[in-house]
């Protein structure tokens, strides 16, 4: 992510997928922390979405 629109456009990705609760995005380090109901989505397909939007992402456990 290099400008300010960078993370809005992941959070907005993030978003657009059902069951996402929150979305927190950093610019450094680039990061993206999401709260979402396992229920309903699992984290590849939110990384996918973001992906999509043109960030590369995927799941980090911390």
Known sequence: MHCATCPITV???ARSVPGVVD???TM???RA???YR???IDSTRIAAAITD???PAHE???
């Open 38 to 40: 396992p229920s309903e």
């Open 33 to 35: 922390r999401v709260r």
């Open 11 to 13: 959070r907005t990705a």
């Open 60 to 62: 980090v456990n911390e």
């Open 53 to 55: 939007s043109g960030y």
């Open 28 to 30: 450094s380090p680039a």
């Open 23 to 25: 979305v927190q995005v």
